[in-house]
């Protein structure tokens, strides 16, 4: 089955200038009195998360494994006149790429459970190494502890539009043995009221728990470490309760 991840086409079905404004008033919030003139996102997809923090006058520079993914970035930044320095690169190898430091290294879009958890930790490291002293590591994803104790099956996107197209998205999830789950994504195309296409897309995910990632946080000396809701924004719903979360915390050490 294919990813949705070399469609991007279909991936960037959701965006529109409503989750631009919303990613970004998530940055201003993220970043609030924090000094960052550059970021790193080392799964940055097509850019939907983080182009916004262009306009907040911060220098952005992205990877991912993705090709179809980066050419779609290239073109939405080349729409707004950003400049974006793009790298094809797998995350646990960003050393591989990337010799100089950021003010901030990020990993986003739910990207990290892509791998096992093992796998994870050691890509924390590969981004610690390109944080600058005093800089910051950030992370967003899905909250894993709350979905393997609900243990849901679907999860339910509010129908959106493509011009007179009405798109409807369903995900379904499969719980697996060995803890490992596939998210198929089932999205219908609807013009007055037919369906005149269907396209089907599967994600395989190793969730990884908060606690993990936040232990991993501190054996790497890294302080006033903040859990919020994404966006970080929404205060309605605690951080348990929520379906995504963020991370974000400062580099002590050299």
């Known amino acids: 089955m294919a990813s949705v991840y070399d469609r991007a086409d279909i991936y960037d079905l959701l965006e529109d200038e409503n989750r631009y404004a919303a990613y970004k008033k998530h940055w201003e919030t993220v970043l609030d009195g924090k000094n960052v003139k ?24 992205g990877s991912d494994l993705s090709e179809s993914m980066l050419a779609n970035c290239r073109k ?31 990993s986003t879009g739910n990207s990290l459970p892509h791998v096992n958890n093992e796998d994870v930790l050691k890509t924390l490291e590969q ?25 849901n099956r679907f999860y339910l996107y ?62 790497m000396g890294y302080v006033d470490v903040e859990v919020m809701n994404f966006p970080a924004y929404v205060t309605s719903v605690a951080v348990e309760g929520g379906d995504w979360y963020c991370v974000v915390a400062r580099k002590t050490r050299p």
């Not at 930044?77 to 797998?90: G, I, K, S, Y």
């Not at 800089?135 to 609900?150: E, T």
């Not at 195309?189 to 990884?208: A, D, S």
Request: glycine letters at 4%; charged letters at 25%; proline letters at 3%.
């Open 158 to 219: 509010n129908p959106f539009f493509d011009g007179d197209v009405r798109i409807n998205l369903v995900q379904v999830w499969d719980y697996h043995v060995d803890d490992s789950m596939t998210f198929h994504l089932l999205y219908t195309f609807e013009r007055e009221n037919q369906i005149f296409q269907k396209e089907q897309f599967e994600e395989h995910y190793i969730p990884v728990s908060r606690g993990i990632l936040l232990e991993k946080l501190r054996r």
């Open 127 to 151: 981004m610690d190494k390109l944080v600058a002293p005093g800089g910051y590591l950030y992370f967003d994803m899905r909250n894993w502890d709350k979905i393997l104790k609900d243990r």
């Open 38 to 61: 550059t970021l790193l996102d080392v799964s940055i997809g097509s850019g939907s998360v983080t182009l916004p923090l262009v306009d907040l006058g911060v220098r952005l520079t």
């Open 76 to 106: 939405k930044a080349a729409a707004r006149q950003m400049e974006v320095v793009l790298e094809c690169c797998d995350f646990r190898a960003l050393d591989t790429k990337f010799q100089n430091t950021f003010d901030c290294v990020a």
